[in-house]
Protein backbone atom coordinates (compact mmCIF):
# COMPACT_ATOMS: atom_id res chain seq x y z
CA UNK A 1 0.00 0.00 0.00
CA UNK A 2 1.80 3.75 -0.67
CA UNK A 3 1.45 6.19 1.18
CA UNK A 4 -0.34 9.53 -0.20
CA UNK A 5 0.54 12.71 0.11
CA UNK A 6 -2.69 15.29 2.24
CA UNK A 7 -1.67 18.28 0.74
CA UNK A 8 -3.56 21.21 3.13
CA UNK A 9 -5.19 20.91 6.59
CA UNK A 10 -7.03 23.94 7.61
CA UNK A 11 -7.56 25.10 11.44
CA UNK A 12 -10.80 23.18 11.52
CA UNK A 13 -9.33 19.62 10.71
CA UNK A 14 -6.21 20.46 13.08
CA UNK A 15 -8.48 20.99 16.12
CA UNK A 16 -10.56 17.84 14.57
CA UNK A 17 -7.23 15.81 15.11
CA UNK A 18 -5.35 17.48 17.99
CA UNK A 19 -7.29 18.08 21.80
CA UNK A 20 -5.00 21.25 22.49
CA UNK A 21 -6.79 24.38 21.81
CA UNK A 22 -6.00 28.20 22.24
CA UNK A 23 -3.31 29.01 24.01
CA UNK A 24 -1.58 26.12 23.71
CA UNK A 25 -2.84 25.06 20.16
CA UNK A 26 0.39 26.14 18.29
CA UNK A 27 -0.54 24.76 14.56
CA UNK A 28 -2.18 27.01 12.37
CA UNK A 29 -2.15 25.03 8.95
CA UNK A 30 -0.36 22.07 7.54
CA UNK A 31 0.50 22.93 4.04
CA UNK A 32 1.48 19.03 3.44
CA UNK A 33 1.21 15.62 5.09
CA UNK A 34 2.55 12.16 4.60
CA UNK A 35 0.83 10.13 7.06
CA UNK A 36 2.56 8.34 9.18
CA UNK A 37 6.17 10.10 7.25
CA UNK A 38 6.44 14.00 7.81
CA UNK A 39 4.37 17.02 7.60
CA UNK A 40 4.99 20.67 6.78
CA UNK A 41 3.30 23.99 8.61
CA UNK A 42 3.34 27.22 9.91
CA UNK A 43 2.48 29.20 12.98
CA UNK A 44 2.12 32.98 12.56
CA UNK A 45 3.22 34.89 15.51
CA UNK A 46 0.84 38.26 16.67
CA UNK A 47 1.77 40.34 19.35
CA UNK A 48 -1.34 38.84 20.87
CA UNK A 49 0.13 36.01 21.93
CA UNK A 50 -0.24 35.03 25.37
CA UNK A 51 3.07 34.17 25.99
CA UNK A 52 4.55 37.67 24.76
CA UNK A 53 3.07 38.98 27.02
CA UNK A 54 4.97 37.65 30.19
CA UNK A 55 8.29 36.54 28.67
CA UNK A 56 10.40 39.43 27.99
CA UNK A 57 7.91 41.95 27.35
CA UNK A 58 9.96 44.96 26.76
CA UNK A 59 11.18 42.29 23.82
CA UNK A 60 8.80 39.73 23.24
CA UNK A 61 10.45 36.31 22.32
CA UNK A 62 8.72 32.92 21.72
CA UNK A 63 9.46 30.27 24.09
CA UNK A 64 11.80 27.79 23.11
CA UNK A 65 10.16 25.23 24.57
CA UNK A 66 7.37 26.27 22.66
CA UNK A 67 8.73 26.03 19.47
CA UNK A 68 9.41 22.26 20.93
CA UNK A 69 5.60 22.15 21.26
CA UNK A 70 5.26 23.43 18.33
CA UNK A 71 7.14 20.56 16.82
CA UNK A 72 5.51 17.87 18.35
CA UNK A 73 1.91 19.07 17.55
CA UNK A 74 3.32 18.62 13.65
CA UNK A 75 4.73 15.74 14.52
CA UNK A 76 1.34 14.15 15.93
CA UNK A 77 -0.75 15.11 13.16
CA UNK A 78 1.73 13.29 10.50
CA UNK A 79 1.11 10.57 12.81
CA UNK A 80 -2.57 10.85 13.24
CA UNK A 81 -3.28 10.53 10.16
CA UNK A 82 -1.85 7.24 9.67
CA UNK A 83 -5.01 4.66 9.95
CA UNK A 84 -3.53 2.71 12.68
CA UNK A 85 -3.27 5.86 15.01
CA UNK A 86 -6.33 7.80 14.17
CA UNK A 87 -8.02 7.40 17.28
CA UNK A 88 -4.99 7.69 19.53
CA UNK A 89 -3.28 10.49 21.60
CA UNK A 90 0.64 11.74 21.00
CA UNK A 91 2.56 12.05 23.84
CA UNK A 92 6.08 13.37 24.73
CA UNK A 93 8.69 10.53 25.20
CA UNK A 94 11.96 12.14 25.28
CA UNK A 95 13.66 15.12 23.45
CA UNK A 96 17.05 15.43 21.86
CA UNK A 97 19.52 17.56 20.85
CA UNK A 98 17.61 20.43 20.37
CA UNK A 99 18.89 23.90 19.70
CA UNK A 100 17.39 27.43 19.64
CA UNK A 101 19.61 29.13 17.17
CA UNK A 102 17.00 32.65 15.90
CA UNK A 103 14.85 34.49 18.14
CA UNK A 104 11.22 34.49 17.02
CA UNK A 105 9.22 37.02 18.03
CA UNK A 106 5.91 38.93 17.17
CA UNK A 107 4.95 39.20 13.28
CA UNK A 108 7.10 35.61 12.09
CA UNK A 109 5.77 33.22 10.90
CA UNK A 110 7.40 29.70 12.32
CA UNK A 111 7.72 27.31 9.47
CA UNK A 112 7.28 23.63 11.16
CA UNK A 113 8.99 21.02 9.39
CA UNK A 114 8.86 17.01 11.01
CA UNK A 115 10.34 13.68 9.44
CA UNK A 116 9.81 10.37 11.16
CA UNK A 117 12.95 8.96 11.79
CA UNK A 118 11.90 5.48 13.59
CA UNK A 119 8.43 4.03 14.75
CA UNK A 120 8.44 0.76 16.34
CA UNK A 121 4.85 -0.17 17.12
CA UNK A 122 3.54 3.22 18.73
CA UNK A 123 6.76 4.22 20.17
CA UNK A 124 8.57 6.74 17.55
CA UNK A 125 11.11 9.22 16.89
CA UNK A 126 11.20 12.59 14.70
CA UNK A 127 13.49 15.00 13.45
CA UNK A 128 12.07 18.66 13.70
CA UNK A 129 13.33 22.21 12.30
CA UNK A 130 11.22 25.44 12.91
CA UNK A 131 12.33 28.30 10.78
CA UNK A 132 11.50 32.10 10.30
CA UNK A 133 12.30 32.46 7.05
CA UNK A 134 15.36 30.96 5.59
CA UNK A 135 16.85 30.97 9.25
CA UNK A 136 16.85 28.10 11.63
CA UNK A 137 15.24 28.73 15.12
CA UNK A 138 14.90 25.56 16.48
CA UNK A 139 15.59 22.10 15.55
CA UNK A 140 16.28 18.35 17.28
CA UNK A 141 14.54 15.23 17.93
CA UNK A 142 11.47 14.23 19.66
CA UNK A 143 10.91 11.11 20.82
CA UNK A 144 6.67 10.05 21.31
CA UNK A 145 4.11 7.75 22.33
CA UNK A 146 0.92 6.65 20.50
CA UNK A 147 -1.32 5.78 23.21
CA UNK A 148 -5.09 5.21 23.83
CA UNK A 149 -7.78 8.28 24.53
CA UNK A 150 -9.16 7.86 27.76
CA UNK A 151 -12.89 8.00 27.81
Given amino acids: MTTQTIQELDIVEIKRLLPHR ?68 GVFTGIEGIKFRQMVVPGDRLDLEVELIKLKGPIGKIKGIAKVGDKVACEGEISFAMIEKEQ
Avoid: W
Avoid at 24 to 36: A, C, K, M, Q, Y
Fill in 22 to 89: YPFLLVDRVIEITPGQSAKGYKNLTANEQFFEGHFPFKPIMPGVLMVEALAQMACLAMLTKEEFKHKL
